[in-house]
């Protein structure tokens, strides 16, 4: 009768103790929203939680105690560069055609997640269709529009009329480019970014929003009490204006966390902040009490060692610090796992999904960092590297131990390698040679 009766019981147990997580699994209604804000020209040292004591940035600060602060992520030295290589998670050794230009025939970012059920949105700093000038140099080869590369709506700066980008901006949406009198651009953006979440709260959306600030020309913002009488063509491009410009950057990216927990979708909304390149070359700021001068356009540190903070309310475990080094390649494959729990096929990325490491799984962290810069921007001198936390290897064959020399004025010969090292330097060659 034991072995009857149980017979009967089990069935029923497994029904009750199966039935509740089945019910509530649902996979749609669980991808995350991804906000991807790209602050320009801001370098690690501008960022309070990073060390840095010149400019105010407390909701960054709050970012990275409720979330996870990266030590060592390394964007390229310059704007273009890194915005191809953010958005197609590839090397510009295989797909940079030109400054202010995104290939037409790239796959970017936006295009995966309208694949995986996301609405799309940018707005900020377009520039990758090009203009004749950038069009010329690239050998008549055109960039790409907001909607060819995966967006459902924009409003943008730069697509192919210049015009401010700060007081009385020229911006481009989906109904034509317009100037908005005496308006601050980046309070345009957020708005934008406001009622784009406010359509689409209960559907998972996709937003990058690549900043304008802190961009030189270095102005008043509306912060400033000289805005209002500020004279658009007068030129003024002073660097005492570019504290206010990061503070002004940072209570935008308060205001944009700020509405999503007023939509109650902050449990479900993973938000990465990050730095284009590095500080602008005219800025000099403290960090770590000591003086460091923006390096932009170059490739040492202080031209490519940039902030990046990633926020996901109740995932994401609060004050993380992560060590591990982060290349642009990497953010593609990080969202599209976050979006679709899936790796992408490695033959279609070169970056390495840091998606786990927010969850404490460090096992396939990066070893080494590589880049490929050719702008054919500029006086810039192309250059290609291979390099960790601490050592740096050139193409042209010089070695630089970063933790003694940050600056790279003291390149280092073979005699000077310890033999400790010389298995590493010996991977980094394998790795230029591979691209």
């Known amino acids: 009768m034991y072995w009857m009766r149980l017979f009967f019981i089990l069935p029923f147990l497994c029904f009750f103790s199966c039935k509740q997580p089945i019910k509530t699994i649902k996979i749609d209604n669980q991808k995350p929203n991804i906000i991807l804000i790209m602050a320009d020209d801001l370098g690690y ?3 309070e939680a990073y060390g840095g004591a010149s400019y105010k940035t407390p909701h960054l600060n709050q970012l990275a105690k409720n979330g996870m602060l990266f030590k060592h992520c390394y964007s390229t030295p310059l704007c273009t560069p890194s915005r191809v290589q953010i958005m197609t998670g590839k090397y510009n050794s295989r797909n940079y055609i030109g400054f202010g230009l995104l290939d037409s025939s790239e796959k970017t970012f936006a295009h995966y997640m309208k694949e995986a059920g996301y609405s799309t949105f940018i707005t900020g700093k377009w520039q990758l269709l090009g203009n004749k000038h950038q069009q010329q140099l690239a050998g008549g080869r055109k960039g790409t529009t907001p909607e060819k590369a995966g967006f459902d709506d924009y409003c943008l700066w730069q697509i192919d009329e210049k015009g401010s980008r700060y007081k009385s901006p020229l911006l481009t949406d989906k109904k034509g480019s317009k100037e908005y009198p005496n308006r601050f651009g980046s309070d345009i953006f957020v708005e934008r970014i406001e009622s784009f979440m406010d359509q689409n709260k209960d559907a998972p959306m996709f937003i990058y929003y690549p900043m304008v600030l802190t961009h030189d020309p270095f102005v008043p913002t509306p912060s400033n009490s000289n805005f209002k009488d500020f004279d658009t063509k007068s030129k003024v491009n002073d660097t005492l204006y570019f504290g206010e410009m990061v503070s002004y950057m940072d209570r ?5 966390v700020k509405k999503t927990e007023e939509l109650k979708i902050q449990n479900n909304t993973l938000i990465l902040f990050v730095g284009d390149n590095g500080t602008d070359r005219d800025i000099t700021s ?3 009490g000591t003086a460091l001068k923006g390096h932009k356009g170059f490739t040492t540190s202080a031209g490519t060692h940039v902030p990046l903070i990633a926020y996901w309310n109740g995932k994401i475990q609060k004050g993380s610090i992560n060590e591990n080094l982060i290349d642009f390649t990497d953010f593609l ?3 599209i ?3 679709t729990q899936k790796k992408l096929e ?3 990325t070169d970056g390495v999904s840091f998606y786990p490491q927010f969850f404490g799984n460090n096992d396939s962290a990066r070893e080494w960092i590589f880049c490929h810069y050719d702008p054919n921007w500029g006086n810039f001198t192309p250059k290609r590297y291979v390099q960790n936390k601490k050592w740096k290897l050139y193409e042209n ?3 630089y ?11 280092l010969d073979e005699t000077q390698i310890p033999d400790s090292v010389k298995p590493v330097i010996s991977k980094f060659e394998r790795v230029l040679s591979k691209y």
Do not use: F, R
């Open 337 to 339: 796992e976050a979006a």
């Open 45 to 47: 040292e501008t960022i």
């Open 252 to 256: 935008l990216v308060g205001q944009i």
């Open 346 to 348: 490695p033959s279609l």
């Open 333 to 335: 494959p990080t969202m």
């Open 401 to 411: 131990n970063l933790e003694n020399d940050i600056l790279e004025k003291h390149p």
């Open 286 to 288: 403290m960090v770590d």
């Open 397 to 399: 064959g010089e070695y």
